[in-house]
């Protein structure tokens, strides 16, 4: 079956790096998204990786390795406004998008 | 600015009521997609459309029904809700053809079903 795994829940220092793992098997593989959520609001896009290696914007970085099924997400000089849950998300060979069920960023002061 | 729009944000209805979710997007999208998120799940894909008059079942779609007669609108039909309907509904829609497409969406509809 298809499945993405991630830690439900993870806690980190203001102004620290956290990496947010993901691992994924899918049938076939498209590309991978990181979205984020603020509770009680829609998912935004972050990243999206189809090649191997590291894509950097800003603060937040997304990592690809295809071999491992394996991605992760880096946030460094944590804001309490990352406070969030980052959702992951693989696209299968016919372009379907199997999630995750997100990882509960929690920034403590 | 183009945005897409959920309604209503909140509803509470009773088993076996009829319920419908509407969706509108100016984005001028062609794909739509809805989701239900439950606690514990990641986003499931109830119904997608990849343009007018084109409707699919996703992996969750017993008990529900889309139509599309315009690229703006992709209203969600519970025909008989169910307490297992509760949950937060997302509209999501995306532009160009097939293949890897970021998506946009809405605010949700928390809909509890009593």
């Known amino acids: 079956g298809q499945n993405i795994d991630q830690p439900t829940e993870m806690t980190a220092t203001e102004g620290a790096i956290v990496q947010i793992n993901c691992t994924y098997q899918t049938s076939g593989f498209n590309g991978l998204f990181w979205y984020q959520q603020h509770a009680g609001e829609a998912p935004t896009f972050l990243s999206y990786n189809v090649l191997d290696g590291l894509e950097e914007k800003g603060r937040f970085s997304s990592f690809l390795s295809r071999s491992k099924g394996y991605s992760y997400l880096l946030l460094k000089e944590l804001q309490m406004k990352d406070s969030a849950s980052y959702l992951c998300a693989a696209y299968d060979s016919n372009y379907q998008l199997i999630w995750g069920a997100g990882t509960k960023l929690i920034i403590k002061p | ?114």
Not at chain 2, 22 to 42: I, K, S
Not at chain 2, 82 to 103: I, M
């Open chain 2, 1 to 114: 600015d183009a945005e897409i729009t959920q309604s209503p944000r909140h509803k509470i209805t009773e088993t076996g009521r009829q319920v419908t979710l509407a969706c509108h997007q100016t984005w001028n999208h062609n794909n739509m997609f809805w989701y239900r998120q439950d606690l514990g799940h990641g986003l499931r894909l109830i119904h997608y459309s990849y343009g007018v008059q084109d409707t699919n079942k996703g992996e969750v779609s017993d008990g529900y029904s889309v139509s599309r007669s315009n690229t703006e609108d992709l209203p969600l039909t519970l025909e008989s809700a169910a307490s297992s309907q509760t949950s937060v509904y997302f509209c999501a829609s995306s532009g160009g053809e097939a293949g890897a497409n970021v998506l946009t969406f809405g605010a949700g509809s928390r809909l509890t079903v009593l």
